[in-house]
């Protein structure tokens, strides 16, 4: 009899621990599942935020443009392209003047001090940022080396194609509208400088990003070839 409760008492203990221990491992499972799963749902809407904020940009963009231009104003070709071709080379030169090599090295853009280990707050707010890039670099390099080819690069955005675009505004309309059109290339101009910075800074982010995920990928299967080694 005593032999019995004791048996029924140890196994009790033994029975106890495996549910304790079992119990555990499940809570664990299922609070490493629910993280998991949370932090693939905020990729997925951060994802889904930074690809949409260029076309939700360029819809209000394009509403506002059609608000303050006259009509005609997309009808006249030269405008609108002067006007974006300034902004894509505004952009490319800040980019330039901006960023050494070390944030172009594929060899250092993968290492966690990379220039582009960033959250989505800094991205936006740092590299996305058009307001966030010093024009100063530039406009000395134009006063310093107005023959050198950055220099004529530099001064075709920032005298030459403004004259033409404030000349040909006021050659086509009276003084408001042309006013209306010199503002309307103005905003043209920076939406287009403004996503040449994005889509090329979101390009090196993204591979960064991406990068980061085959890694992880990458050590989950190691890991799961070594654990099946040890099994045979």
Not at 66 to 74: D, G, L, M, R, W
Not at 130 to 153: H, I, K, M, N
Not at 167 to 182: E, H, N, S, Y
Request: hydrophobic share 50%; charged share 10%; aromatic share 12%.
């Amino acid at each position: 009899m005593l032999e019995d409760s004791q048996g029924w008492y140890f196994g009790g203990v033994a029975g106890g621990c495996g549910y304790s221990r079992y119990g555990a491992a499940i809570e664990s499972i299922s609070h490493l599942h629910g993280s998991g799963m949370f932090d693939l749902l905020s990729i997925i809407a951060q994802a889904v935020l930074v690809v949409s904020i260029p076309t939700l940009v360029a819809n209000g963009g394009e509403w506002v443009t059609h608000v303050i231009a006259n009509h005609e104003f997309h009808a006249i070709p030269i405008l609108t392209t002067l006007a974006r071709l300034q902004g894509l080379l505004a952009g490319g030169l800040l980019l330039h003047a901006t960023f050494d090599e070390t944030y172009y090295d594929l060899q250092a853009l993968f290492v966690p001090a990379s220039r582009w280990n960033l959250t989505m707050s800094q991205f936006l707010l740092e590299r996305a940022n058009l307001f966030a890039y010093d024009p100063e670099p530039l406009l000395a390099v134009l006063r310093a080396q107005p023959t050198s080819g950055r220099g004529l690069l530099v001064g075709l955005v920032v005298v030459v194609i403004p004259i033409l675009l404030v000349t040909i505004c006021l050659r086509v309309w009276k003084f408001w509208d042309a006013l209306r059109g010199i503002v309307a290339c103005l905003g043209t101009a920076m939406w287009s400088a403004w996503i040449t910075i994005y889509l090329v800074c979101l390009f090196f982010w993204g591979l960064y990003l991406l990068n980061y995920w085959s890694l992880a990928l990458l050590a989950a299967y190691i890991q799961y070839q070594r654990s099946r080694g040890g099994h045979h």
